[in-house]
């Protein structure tokens, strides 16, 4: 398939920049895959769509406050007059893994040479610098605290503003819980503590997993034919019950639900394992092994993600879909509203 088959035109006004003051109240559309019919709901009327007996899937992943601005040791911090809004030796680092101890792989933008400080006695060094540069922290206390206190909420570029303190509890599930992703499970941010409890009354078997989001989620592809892209492998840990429990329901013919494209992929890309690492990549052709139905936001053109809900349903009904929502005003991607394809 082509990548051109998963464009989409969307107004930058349906792109949204904050959250809704309640996470339930963001609008839920409902696709109904048999007939591809649509229905318009708000979201804490998920509990009508589920049953007693499925098997709900969330990932806990918790973000990292992993976006640094730092600047090199030796640099004054003199405004550059060709470009205002950067300082002279400004550095912007988005961490990714911690692959040793205090040595992480990150994203880097601007030219670190040397020393780079952060303030508040956190500093470092890039030792190799390339797509992915590797960064060597030096700091006068607990490293980790430090990132967990100065650092900003990673959220995405087409959220056109910096990270506020709203931002690091509104970023994160109400459920997470395992620290460690760049971007948060999205699908998971409209759930509240009351649905979940009143989905377990109703009988639905909530159950959590981990996937740690990566570069694998968002990075974007480049080649034409989408068959050739390669998706960069992320981390997942999935509790022995939660499996037992989804294999359980599939032999007994109960549905399983992913809430989120990060849950589908780790559940569908275990591959038996219960640990590990999955660049699984799935788009349209793809057979679900364990996801029946899934809970999701609204996707950017020719991502992944748009790729992975195509291949649940189809890439003509989810454009189609998505044009009804665009003319409905929903909102769309991380801070967006929900979708439910069942």
Not at 107 to 120: E, R, S, Y
Not at 277 to 283: D, E, L, T, V
Not at 287 to 316: C, G, K, Q, Y
Request: aromatic share 8%; glycine share 8%; hydrophobic share 40%.
């Amino acid at each position: 398939m082509k990548l051109s088959d998963f464009d989409y035109h969307l107004p930058e006004a349906s792109i949204a920049q904050y959250p809704l003051s309640e996470r339930d109240s963001s609008r839920l559309l409902v696709l109904h895959r048999k007939t591809s019919t649509i229905e318009h709901r708000i979201f804490r009327d998920i509990a009508d769509y589920l049953n007693t007996g499925d098997v709900l899937i969330l990932n806990n992943a918790k973000v990292l406050p992993a976006r640094l601005i730092g600047r090199k040791k030796t640099a004054a911090q003199r405004v550059l007059p060709e470009n205002p809004g950067m300082q002279e030796g400004r550095i912007e680092l988005l961490l990714l893994r911690e692959v040793d101890n205090g040595l992480w792989q990150t994203l880097v933008k601007g030219n670190p040479k040397g020393a780079i400080t952060f303030g508040n006695g956190l500093e470092g060094e890039i030792i190799t610098k390339g797509e992915i540069s590797m960064l060597r922290f030096h700091s006068n206390g607990d490293t980790m605290q430090l990132i967990r206190r100065y650092g900003l909420m990673p959220l995405p570029p087409y959220i056109k503003r910096q990270p506020d303190v709203s931002d690091r509890q509104r970023y994160q599930t109400v459920y997470a819980e395992k620290e460690g992703a760049i971007a948060a499970p999205t699908a998971g941010l409209h759930f509240t503590e009351a649905i979940i409890k009143e989905l377990e009354a109703k009988g639905v078997i909530v159950k959590y997993l981990t996937l740690y989001v990566g570069l694998g989620t968002f990075r974007p592809i480049r080649v034409q034919c989408i068959e050739h892209h390669r998706m960069d492998a992320e981390l997942f840990d999935i509790p022995e019950d939660t499996m037992l429990e989804i294999n359980k329901a599939k032999k007994e013919g109960r549905r399983v639900i992913a809430v989120g494209t990060t849950s589908t992929r780790a559940i569908e890309g275990s591959e038996g394992r219960l640990s590990g690492s999955s660049g699984i990549f799935i788009y349209p052709g793809y057979r679900f092994r364990f996801i029946d139905a899934l809970i999701t936001n609204f996707h950017l053109p020719r991502s992944t993600p748009l790729m992975l809900v195509s291949a649940l349903s189809d890439i003509n009904t989810i454009k189609r879909t998505y044009m009804e929502a665009v003319k409905m005003g929903y909102r769309f991607f991380s801070y967006g509203d929900a979708m439910l394809i069942i």
